[in-house]
């Protein structure tokens, strides 16, 4: 179902709701909560609260959520920290459950395989679920579109936010060619890698960007057919050309790294895809190529995810490759945490000190859990010497294999090591 909600009011009429935060925002543009970036952090963290009965505004520049085949993996402490929301089950609906991760390199073929079923006394959920990301946001908005103390702001860019002398936080925003002003007691920035929010802060986003662009396509061709023990899931080291190739319910998608000296545009020209993907996998037919995309990549994480009553969540906060596919995750997990703050001190009476623990247990676990392995993940795909990488290959083939090690690997490629640590999942 496609969204529209260019006028609040209109939508507020037709979803057929009375409700009171819908017209008391048309009526005073305030509200408890304004959340600028309706992406997939964005929109959960609106979610949460409205389940909450928050008031909260979503506010995007998009119409909709745009088709983004950036993020399919979602990892079962995810689904286990949303299981109650009732997100998990509209994921699960949604998804392709994917239990072996496979490891490859690409002069040998398959190294090791890492079964999750070895976390099935840890989580309700020993698999990881392939499912793009833009599914799970337009789920969420047609949920919020009927919650009475959520307004969707769509159509509507952000340009400006100001931190309030009495504690809240205003947004400049320009929806049709006209500019208004959203006064918030809380605000938070989910509008991805280049955000106004945190620039606004004059937050730094200390850390660098790859030289590389990576590339993703998406096929239906039958892997499985042609690639013998290829598994749904597999990471294939090269020095050259290192690749994803992921099975997502509707299609493969492919990830490969993009030389500095090749323009986005070439790399997304159907020649040069096609030799990609017969580099990968030789085929007598050319490839039908679904999708296309090029992205820029980096490793950097915010020097403060909270300015006041202004906090930054997900890529906005932290950003790094997709090797281990732990950024989304991440940021879902950022929107657990601040809305568990939040609902603390605009429901439960609770300090607005207790906002600060927000930023406390989730900037240590973006520098030296996410941002640390992906950039471990990527070095081990990418690495030139030959000597290195036979170890490597030794070592998943060690982990893989001993049941004590494969438990302890497995637990931290699920993110279930930093959200034990952090107290928001029970260790065993
Ligand atoms: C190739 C690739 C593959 C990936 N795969 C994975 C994976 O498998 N698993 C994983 O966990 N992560 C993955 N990631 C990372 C993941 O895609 C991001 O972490 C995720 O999209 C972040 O979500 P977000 O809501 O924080 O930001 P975004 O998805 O960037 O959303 C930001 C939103 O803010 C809006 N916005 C921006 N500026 C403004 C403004 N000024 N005013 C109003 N609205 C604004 C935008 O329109 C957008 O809707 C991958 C990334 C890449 C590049």
Not at 94 to 119: F, K, N
Not at 186 to 196: F, M, Q, V
Request: contains cysteine.
């Amino acid at each position: 179902m496609m969204i529209q909600h260019h006028i609040l009011y209109l939508e507020a009429c037709t979803s057929g709701l009375t409700s009171n935060h819908k017209e008391s925002f048309m009526r005073e543009n305030s509200t408890d909560v304004a959340i600028v970036g309706g992406g997939p952090v964005g929109a959960l963290a609106a979610f949460l609260l409205a389940q909450e009965g928050i008031d909260v505004v979503l506010i995007d520049q998009n119409a909709e959520a745009i088709e983004d085949y950036r993020a399919s993996t979602f990892h079962p402490a995810t689904l286990d920290l949303l299981a109650a929301s009732g997100v998990t089950d509209a994921l699960l609906s949604m998804g392709l459950q994917c239990p072996v991760i496979q490891y490859r390199d690409r002069a040998t073929g398959p190294v090791a395989e890492l079964d999750l079923s070895v976390l099935s006394a840890d989580t309700k959920y020993p698999f990881r679920l392939q499912c793009e990301q833009f599914k799970l946001t337009r789920w969420l908005h047609e949920k919020l579109e009927m919650m009475p103390s959520a307004t969707l702001l769509f159509s509507s860019n952000v340009t400006d936010v100001q931190a309030n002398s009495d504690g809240g936080a205003t947004a400049v925003v320009t929806s049709n060619g006209s500019e208004s002003r959203i006064d918030a007691r809380y605000l938070i920035g989910c509008d991805g890698a280049r955000s106004t929010v945190r620039q606004a802060m004059g937050i730094n986003f200390e850390g660098y960007t790859h030289p590389e662009q990576f590339l993703v396509a998406g096929t239906q061709f039958d892997f499985k057919g042609a690639m013998k023990n290829i598994q749904s899931i597999n990471y294939t080291a090269d020095p050259d050309e290192w690749f994803l190739l992921l099975e997502i319910p509707d299609m493969w998608r492919i990830v490969v790294p993009v030389s500095p000296n090749v323009a986005a545009s070439k790399a997304q020209s159907s020649d040069y895809i096609q030799r990609c993907l017969q580099n990968i996998c030789p085929s007598d037919q050319p490839y039908e190529i679904l999708v296309n995309s090029v992205y820029r990549v980096h490793q950097r994480v915010a020097d403060r995810f909270r300015s006041d009553a202004v906090f930054l969540a997900g890529d906005a906060a932290h950003v790094n490759n997709p090797l281990g596919g732990m950024g989304l995750n991440g940021g879902l997990h950022d929107a657990f945490v601040l809305t568990r703050e939040l609902t603390s001190v605009l429901r439960n009476g609770g300090s607005s000190t207790d906002l600060d623990r927000y930023e406390a247990l989730r900037r240590p676990v973006a520098i030296n859990d996410i941002n640390a392995t992906t950039e471990r993940n990527k070095k081990a795909m990418e690495e030139r010497d030959p000597s290195v990488r036979s170890a490597n290959n030794d070592r998943m083939k060690r982990i893989c294999s001993d049941p004590t090690l494969a438990y302890e690997h497995a637990l931290d490629a699920s993110m279930i090591t930093s959200l034990r640590a952090t107290g928001l999942l029970p260790s065993r």
